[in-house]
């Protein structure tokens, strides 16, 4: 398991990621809305979630977070 050294503390990798994730899903959201596609999405929170676990995966997948090490 990766982990982070974060002024002292042990981090695991993907904890950090999933902070990261939080700010580029409210930016997607807020898009979403000032566009206009909330019209359409029948249960907004259950989107917004969605929205959320797919930028966590994708972050997960550009850093490579999810390759297990030896």
Do not use: K
């Amino acid at each position: 398991m990766i982990e982070v050294n974060f002024w002292g503390m042990q981090l695991p990798w993907l904890l950090l990621l999933a902070a990261g994730a939080l700010p580029c899903a409210w930016a997607m959201r807020r898009l979403l809305a000032i566009v206009g596609a909330y019209r359409w999405i029948w249960h907004p929170a259950l989107f917004d979630l969605a929205l959320y676990v797919l930028v966590l995966c994708a972050l997960a997948s550009l850093t490579g977070a999810t390759a297990a090490s030896s």
